[in-house]
C-alpha cells in the first residue's frame, strides 16, 4: 500500500489522459450493466483493501459537511449545531460546509476516524466507486484516483472489464 501511495500522484497523472478520454466516451456510450459492474470492482477492491493503512483522503481532502452531517456530529458532541460549525468548520467557494484544514481534525495517529459512527456522508461513500448512475460522477472519480489508490486499482479494472 505505502508503494502505491508513494507513486500515486505520479500514476494518476500519467493516466490522467487516457483516463479523461475514456470517461469522456463512457459518457456518451454506457454499457448498461456498468453500475453492476462497478459494484462488483469496488467490493472485489474493497475486499484487499485495508484504509487504515492509507487514509490519504483524510490527510488531503476534507469532505463537504451536510446540515444532516453537522446536526448528527454535533449532537454525539453534545454541541449545538452553530457551535460545531464554528468550531471546525468553514464555508469554502462554492458556499459548502468544510473542515477548516486537512489533515482531518478527527483522524487520529494511527488512521482511525474519532468520529466514525457518525462521520459525514461523504466520508461514508468515498471513493464513490460503487455509486448508482456511476457515469455521472466521471470527473470526481478523476480526481479521486489521485488521492485513493483503491479508486487508482478499480479504474484501472474498469478499462479492463469495459473497454470502449
Do not use: W
Amino acid at each position: 500500500m505505502k508503494q502505491i501511495l508513494n507513486n500515486l500522484n505520479k500514476l494518476a497523472k500519467d493516466k490522467h489522459i487516457e483516463n479523461k478520454k475514456y470517461f469522456d466516451k463512457l459518457k456518451k456510450k454506457q454499457p448498461k450493466n456498468l453500475d453492476y459492474v462497478m459494484q462488483d470492482l469496488h467490493d472485489a477492491e474493497f475486499k484487499k483493501t485495508d484504509c487504515l493503512q492509507c487514509a490519504n483522503c483524510c490527510k488531503t481532502t476534507g469532505p463537504l459537511f451536510t446540515l444532516a452531517d453537522i446536526e448528527r456530529i454535533s449532537k454525539s458532541f453534545r454541541q449545538k449545531p452553530q457551535q460545531f460549525i464554528e468550531q471546525y468548520l468553514r464555508i469554502d467557494e462554492e458556499k459548502d460546509y468544510v473542515l477548516k484544514s486537512v489533515p482531518c481534525t478527527f483522524l487520529d495517529s494511527e488512521n482511525y476516524c474519532m468520529i466514525y459512527d457518525v462521520r459525514p456522508k461523504a466520508c461514508r461513500e468515498f471513493p464513490h466507486t460503487d455509486r448508482k448512475k456511476f457515469h455521472q460522477i466521471a470527473d470526481l472519480t478523476l480526481k479521486n484516483v489521485a488521492i485513493c489508490p483503491a479508486a487508482y486499482n478499480i479504474v484501472e479494472e474498469m478499462k479492463k472489464k469495459l473497454p470502449l
